[in-house]
């Protein structure tokens, strides 16, 4: 089966911050890639999807990019509201994969 | 609004069946397939299962094929989940999900409902 693996499995950074995270998919993908974040007690939120396309409400901080095997989530100036988990998930063809989340924290 | 609420989850045996409901509201119901993603304590996302719009065509994660049936009413707006031969490694919330695409089963969710626990004991 499609394996994800997100990288790092968790990371501290100061507000203000450039933040990335990776993604990498043990097959082709194309950009079938989605972003998720999961504040702490709560249900995960789209962030991005088609690896690179902002949903809508989602701050302009975020963004996404990478096809193929190689993905990447941004936060170009951390806030403190963005401390969460961070998922990453193929959708090309069920079975559907997630990878193994990013905790974020601040520093 | 969107709005999805889960119910029917509790504690139950190793072996043990529960089914799970997932009502929807706030869009048209059937232009949209729901998946049901789990998530052990403290762990991460687990997929478990999608459903198409018209309940035509069924998914699941090898984890549950056999043991789970997605199934939805579209008179209800209602998608369920039969859980059958529970086993502690099911213990989870288990989150139902709408599509973000219309007609189609794209896998990328942009609504959650806030989950019911499902607790299996050994």
């Known amino acids: 089966d499609l394996q994800m693996t997100q990288s790092p499995s968790s990371l501290s950074a100061s507000v203000g911050d450039r933040v990335t995270i990776t993604c990498r998919a043990s097959q082709d993908i194309s950009n079938s890639l989605a972003w998720y974040q999961q504040k702490p007690g709560k249900v995960p939120k789209l962030l991005i999807y088609a690896a690179s396309t902002l949903q809508s409400g989602v701050p302009s901080r975020f963004s996404g990019s990478g096809s193929g095997t190689d993905f990447t989530l941004t936060i170009s100036s951390l806030q403190p509201e963005d401390v969460a988990s961070y998922y990453c998930q193929k959708y090309n063809s069920a079975p559907i994969t997630f990878g193994q989340g990013t905790r974020l924290e601040i520093k | 609004e969107v709005h999805l609420l889960e119910s029917g989850g509790g504690l139950v045996r190793s072996g043990g069946s529960l089914r799970l409901s997932c009502a929807a509201s706030?869009?048209?119901?059937?232009?949209?397939?729901i998946s049901w993603v789990r998530q052990a304590p403290g762990k991460g996302l687990e997929w478990v299962s999608a459903i198409s719009g018209g309940g035509e065509s069924p998914y699941y994660a090898d984890s549950v094929k056999g043991r789970f049936t997605i199934s939805r009413d579209n008179s209800k707006n209602t998608v369920y989940l039969q859980m059958n031969i529970l086993r502690a490694e099911d213990t989870a919330i288990y989150y139902c999900?709408?599509?973000?695409?219309?007609?189609?089963?794209?896998?990328?969710?942009?609504?959650w409902g806030q989950g019911t626990l499902v607790t299996v004991s050994s």
């Open positions: 999900a709408k599509d973000a695409a219309q007609w189609l089963v794209r896998f990328y969710f942009d609504y």
């Open positions: 706030g869009f048209t119901f059937t232009a949209y397939a």
